[in-house]
């Protein structure tokens, strides 16, 4: 258990419908990323925030949004759904998100299938 | 961006076999790590390589950075069921907080 948290485990839904991922980090740690894994691309950095503001920018789509709350738990929000959508999104914490050896914490991922 | 090549994508063998799994690219790594990711699972931290040349153990698998510090492998030495997973090798560019993973090579072992 890495300490870090993902709800719903599953999400199924239609094509162009909206759907909110969850994720809390481990406790103490401020920053907090967001992946997508497909069988085609792997797993792919979406977006980083740190305290509560924007660290960094990915390979993320302008339907996708997230933001990181004073709680330091994140949302990531998915619109206008795509069959192409369809993908496990995994949540990490790190302690400080500054860069060099700092490990990232992986949550057990939330899998989204769009129908 | 940097592009990580992983090979081979996939590999089953018996148990008490020796294997090594391979990550390239033509970019120069701060650091490397390599994960592994079991099914239902997130990934999970096995190593940071930061040095050219270096060499980590971990009890049966073995890490090395290469000494240009754009590739690194991992030999695992007689293999067991419970190491069957994926296998992902991950870079970070000097002074960013952000990775950037490979496609993994998926790893069976069949008692």
């Known amino acids: 258990d890495s300490g870090v948290t993902q709800t719903p485990k599953h999400l199924i839904t239609a094509t162009g419908q909206r759907v909110t991922l969850r994720c809390s980090p481990r406790?103490?740690?401020?920053?907090v990323y967001w992946y997508q894994q497909s069988l085609d691309q792997g797993l792919q950095f979406l977006i980083q925030?740190?305290?509560?503001?924007?660290?960094a920018k990915g390979n993320i789509l302008e339907r996708f949004s997230a933001q990181q709350f004073p709680d330091l738990h994140s949302e990531l929000n998915l619109s206008s759904l795509e069959l192409g959508d369809s993908a496990l999104y995994f949540c990490?914490?790190?302690?400080?998100?500054?860069?060099?050896?700092?490990?990232?914490?992986f949550g057990p991922g939330t899998r989204l299938l769009v129908l | 961006t940097q592009l990580l090549e992983q090979s081979p994508q996939f590999l089953s063998i018996q148990e008490g076999e020796n294997l090594t799994v391979y990550c390239n690219s033509s970019?120069?790594?701060?650091?490397l790590q390599w994960y592994r990711q079991e099914p239902g699972e997130g990934p999970v931290l096995l190593v940071t390589?930061?040095?050219?040349?270096e060499v980590k153990k971990l009890k049966r698998l073995t890490f090395q950075f290469g000494d240009a510090r754009k590739d690194s492998s991992l030999h695992i030495t007689a293999a067991q069921p419970g190491d069957t997973g994926l296998y992902l090798c991950?870079?970070?560019?000097?002074?960013?907080?952000?990775?950037?993973f490979g496609k993994g090579t998926m790893l069976l072992v069949s008692p």
């Open positions: 990490a914490s790190s302690p400080r998100g500054s860069g060099g050896g700092e490990t990232q914490y």
């Open positions: 406790s103490g740690d401020l920053s």
């Open positions: 925030y740190y305290n509560g503001e924007e660290r």
């Open positions: 970019s120069v790594f701060s650091s």
């Open positions: 390589v930061v040095t050219g040349g």
């Open positions: 991950a870079a970070r560019n000097s002074g960013y907080s952000t990775l950037t």
